[in-house]
C-alpha cells in the first residue's frame, strides 16, 4: 500500500507546483508594462495617441505615439469591435490606431483551458500508475475473472509423472490409457465414427491417487495439463466463478490436445439447490458455466476433462448425464498386492536394509490408502536419519506404522503406577479376549506406552483385506471393544474414563448393525439414510423414514447387542483371568508385548 500513498502525495506536490506555475504564467506578461483602464484607451484613441494596438486574447497591447508601452484588459466576451461599437469610437481615429490581432490566440487558448485539462490528466495518470501498481505486486484485484488454472507444459520433463509412477488401480490404469489413446490419435477413433468421451470422473477416497492418476495421464499422453481446484473457482463475488469457468476452457481450447483437469469438483459440482443457508447462487452460475462448456465443445476439440472427487454421492445429477463425465474411474483403497506395489514405488529412493520386507508391511497395513503407505516410509525415513543410521530397517517402518495410525509414541508421558496397571489390564482384556473369539494371531502388538490420545493400545488388524464383514465378526469385535471396561471393573470394582472410545466405538458398531445391515431382531430392513450426518444439504433435517415408535425398537436392538458384548467379554475374562494375569505382568515388565511373544500365552 505505500507506494500508492506516495503516489498521492507526489501528485498533490505536482498539482501544486503546476498551479502556482501557472498563475505566476498570467501574472507574468501583466506585472511589466503600466498597466492601464479602457476609459484610458478610449481616450488616448480620441486623442489619437495611439500609434498601435495588438490585440492577444483579453489583454491589448498597447504603443503610445511617444513609444511607451501599457497594457489593457478587457472582457473576455467583448471583441475589441464591440468594445469599439459599445463606445462609439470614431473609425477613423480607430483605424489611425492599427488595430491588429496577434496570431499567438491558440497559446492563449492553452493557458486558459490548461488550468482545467491538467487536473484530469493528472488524474488519469495516477489512476493508471495505481492500477498498473496493483497487478504488480501481484494483487488479482484486476484479474477477478481469469481462471488460475496451473498449466504444465507438455515438455515438462522433471516432475513427469508417467503410470510406472502409480501403483496397483489396474482398473482405473487400462480406463485411462484408453483416454491417453484418444489425446495421442483421435483421428483413429473419428475415422469410424466413435465418438470421445469428452469427462472422466475419477471417484475414490482421499488418498487413493486420483490426483496422481490424472497427472499420469498428462505425463503419458504428453499434452498440456491445466489443473484447477474446484474451490478456485469460488469467490465472493457471483458471477466470478463462471468467468473464471469461461476462461480457462478459452485457454484449453487454444492449447488443445489438452486436459483440463477439476480437482475436488464437488466445492462446485454440489446438488443445486441443496446446502445449508439456502442456494448458493455463485456456486450454481460456476456449476452452470461447466456444463455449458462442456456442452459446447465438439468431442474433436481434443480437451478431454478430468475431474476428480471423493463425494460423488453429492455430484448434480446433470453433471453425471451422459455426453458429460460419463466415463466414470473407481479407485479403492488398495488391496494388499497393490500396497505392496505402491510400496516398492515409494521405496525406490530410499536405502533399504536386506531385513525390509515390504510385502509384512503390506499385510500389516489394511486399509491404508498410497497416500498413507508414501507417508509412512517417509516418516520411517525421517526415523532412522534422526538415529543417524543410513538404511532403513523393518522396525523402523514398523514404529512408523503406529506412528501414521495412533500418533507419536509419548515415552515421557509419565503415569503413575496406578494408572500404569489400570492401562496394563484394560489392553491385556482387550488382547486376551481378541485372542479367544477370533482367530488366533490376531494380536499383533499390545502396548501400555502412551501413543497419541491413548494411554495404551492393541493392534488386532486382520491379515488379509477384507470387503465384507459377517455378524459373527460384529459380536467378536464388539466383544473385544468392550474387553478393557469390562476388565477394569472386573478386576478393580470400578471403571475408568480410558473405555471411553471403546464405547463410543462399540455403540456405533452396534447401531450400524441395526440401522444399516439388518443384523438384530428388527429384521432385513434399513433405517435412516447413511449420508444424512455428512450431507445436511439434501435436507435441512436429517430424514427419518421410521416412527418414535420404531426408534425407540432400535434402542433397545442396539442396547441388547451392547450388553449381549459386555457379557461375553466378562465370560472370557472369568474363564482365562490367570492369562490375564500372566500378559499382565509381562506388559508392566516390558510394556510392549510383539505377536510372537504374545502366542507363547496360548501354546498350541
Ligand atoms: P487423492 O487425489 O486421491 O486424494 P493423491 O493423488 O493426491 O490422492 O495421492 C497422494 C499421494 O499418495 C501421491 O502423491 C502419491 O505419493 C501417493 N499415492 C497415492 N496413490 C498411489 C498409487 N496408487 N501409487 C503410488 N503412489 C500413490
Ligand atoms: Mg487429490
Ligand atoms: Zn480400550
Redesign the pocket.
Known amino acids: 500500500m505505500k507506494p500508492i500513498v506516495k503516489n498521492i502525495v507526489i501528485f498533490f506536490v505536482v498539482v501544486i507546483v503546476v498551479g502556482a506555475a501557472l498563475s505566476l504564467y498570467n501574472a507574468a506578461p501583466i506585472s511589466k508594462p503600466k498597466t492601464a483602464g479602457m476609459e484610458t484607451l478610449i481616450s488616448q484613441i480620441n486623442e489619437e495617441k495611439v500609434k498601435a494596438i495588438e490585440i492577444q486574447g483579453d489583454s491589448l497591447h498597447i504603443t503610445l505615439s511617444d513609444d511607451s508601452k501599457e497594457v489593457v484588459r478587457k472582457e473576455p466576451t467583448e471583441s475589441f469591435s464591440e468594445v469599439v461599437k459599445n463606445y462609439n469610437l470614431d473609425p477613423v481615429k480607430v483605424a489611425k490606431a492599427h488595430p491588429e490581432v496577434k496570431g499567438d490566440g491558440a497559446g492563449a487558448w492553452a493557458v486558459a483551458i490548461l488550468p482545467f485539462v491538467l487536473p484530469f490528466l493528472l488524474l488519469i495518470a495516477l489512476v493508471y500508475i495505481m492500477s498498473r501498481q496493483i497487478q504488480g505486486a501481484n494483487s488479482r484485484a484486476m484479474m477477478f475473472g481469469s481462471s488460475r488454472a496451473r498449466k504444465l507444459e507438455a515438455d515438462n520433463k522433471k516432475n513427469k509423472i508417467t503410470f510406472k ?5 489396474k482398473e482405473s490404469k487400462e480406463e485411462l490409457k484408453e483416454i491417453v489413446e484418444f489425446l495421442k490419435d483421435h483421428k483413429k477413433f473419428t475415422d469410424l465414427g466413435a465418438k470421445i468421451p469428452k469427462g472422466v470422473l ?1 471417484v ?10 490424472a497427472k499420469a495421464v498428462a505425463g503419458e499422453a504428453d499434452v498440456p495439463f491445466f489443473h484447477v481446484s474446484g474451490s478456485e473457482f469460488i469467490e465472493m463475488f457471483v458471477g466470478v466463478g463462471a468467468s473464471r469457468v469461461r476462461d480457462l476452457f478459452a485457454r484449453a481450447k487454444k492449447s488443445a490436445p489438452c486436459i483440463v483437469f477439476i ?1 475436488e469438483i464437488d466445492a462446485v459440482g454440489r446438488q443445486r439447490g441443496a446446502g445449508l443457508g439456502g442456494s448458493n447462487d455463485e456456486r450454481e452460475q460456476t456449476l452452470n458455466q461447466i456444463l455449458v462448456e462442456l456442452d459446447g465443445f465438439e468431442p474433436n476439440d481434443n480437451v478431454i476433462v478430468i475431474a ?1 472427487t ?1 463425494r460423488p454421492d453429492v455430484l448434480d445429477p446433470a453433471l453425471l448425464r451422459p455426453g458429460r463425465f460419463d466415463r466414470r474411474v473407481y ?1 479403492d483403497p ?1 488391496s494388499i498386492n ?1 500396497r505392496d ?2 510400496l516398492q ?2 521405496s525406490q529412493k530410499k536405502p533399504l536394509a536386506a531385513d525390509v520386507s515390504l510385502r509384512r508391511i503390506a499385510e500389516r497395513t489394511p486399509g491404508f ?3 498413507d ?2 507417508n509412512l516410509l517417509n516418516e520411517a525415513a525421517i526415523w532412522t536419519a534422526r538415529h543417524d543410521r543410513k538404511e532403513i530397517t523393518q522396525d523402523d517402518i514398523l514404529a512408523s506404522i503406529e506412528k501414521v495410525m495412533l500418533g507419536p509414541e509419548r515415552k515421557s508421558h509419565i503415569i503413575s503406577d496406578e494408572e500404569k496397571k489400570v492401562t496394563a489390564y484394560h489392553e491385556a482384556g482387550h488382547a486376551l479376549i481378541s485372542h479367544t473369539l477370533k482367530k488366533a494371531g490376531s494380536v499383533q502388538k499390545v502396548s501400555i506406552i502412551s501413543r497419541g490420545r491413548a494411554a495404551g493400545y492393541t493392534l488386532n488388524m486382520p491379515t488379509e483385506d477384507k470387503y465384507f464383514t459377517r455378524k459373527n465378526e460384529f459380536l467378536a469385535d464388539l466383544a473385544v471393544m468392550m474387553g478393557g471396561y469390562v476388565t477394569e471393573e472386573f478386576i478393580f470394582g470400578d471403571v475408568s474414563t480410558g473405555a471411553h472410545n471403546d464405547l463410543s466405538k462399540a455403540t456405533d458398531v452396534a447401531r450400524r448393525m441395526v440401522t444399516d445391515y439388518g443384523m438384530s431382531a428388527l429384521g432385513p430392513q434399513t433405517f435412516g439414510h447413511d449420508d444424512d450426518a455428512v450431507f445436511l444439504g439434501r435436507d435441512m433435517v436429517a430424514r427419518r423414514n421410521y416412527s418414535e415408535k420404531t426408534a425407540e425398537q432400535i434402542d433397545e436392538q442396539v442396547h441388547i447387542f451392547t450388553t449381549d458384548a459386555y457379557k461375553a467379554a466378562k465370560e472370557v475374562i472369568t474363564t482365562h483371568r490367570a492369562k490375564l494375569e500372566e500378559i499382565v505382568q509381562l506388559l508392566l515388565e516390558k510394556e510392549t508385548i510383539e505377536q510372537e511373544e504374545f502366542a507363547r500365552f496360548f501354546p498350541a
Open positions: 509412477d502409480v501403483a496397483g488401480v475419477l475414490g477416497p482421499p488418498g487413493t491417487g486420483k490426483t496422481l492418476l480437482d476428480a471423493n479407485l488398495p497393490d506395489e505402491i514405488v515409494h490408502t498410497g497416500a503407505l508414501s
